[in-house]
């Protein structure tokens, strides 16, 4: 399984070669190569055409703020991080995502633009990371 994310709740991915892709800072997508939508966190299985055939696409790490939400009540491994926020973003080029945000809740402002990054975490594992623009 990747190091994406803090826990793992499947035994396995077929999202290959992800992980190479975050240790290099890249926040990647995958495209089908038959109906050109593009998945962002990554598919290796198009759920529009359900074709098999995509490719890797670099994103340019920034967004716009969809929503937030700040943890108080963790779920089980994020019990020593409480609180925390989330942000959904929608990622420019195509794609959605949620990251951890690394800044102050009373900045945020739905429809704001903000940067994706890579936060590295214990354990060699790594999430997505929102900061302001």
């Known amino acids: 399984m990747g190091k994406l994310?803090?826990?793992d709740f499947v035994p396995f991915s077929k999202v290959d070669g992800i992980e190479e892709r975050l240790k290099e800072g890249k926040i990647s997508a995958t495209r089908c190569k038959k109906c050109k939508n593009?998945?962002?966190?990554?598919?290796?299985?198009?759920?529009?055409?359900?074709?098999?055939?995509m490719e890797w696409v670099d994103c340019e790490g920034k967004g716009t703020l969809v929503t937030y939400t700040t943890i108080h009540a963790a779920p089980a491994g994020f019990e020593d991080d409480v609180p925390y926020t989330i942000?959904?973003?929608?990622?420019?080029?195509g794609g959605r995502l949620v990251g951890w945000l690394d800044?102050?809740?009373?900045?945020?402002?739905i429809g704001m633009g903000v940067s994706i990054?890579?936060?590295?975490l214990p354990e060699e594992r790594m999430i997505y990371s929102i900061t302001l623009e």
């Open 5 to 7: 994310g803090k826990v």
């Open 38 to 53: 593009i998945y962002l966190p990554p598919r290796m299985d198009c759920p529009e055409c359900l074709d098999e055939e």
């Open 87 to 93: 942000c959904l973003v929608d990622v420019e080029g």
């Open 103 to 109: 800044g102050k809740e009373e900045d945020l402002k």
């Open 117 to 120: 990054g890579i936060r590295d």
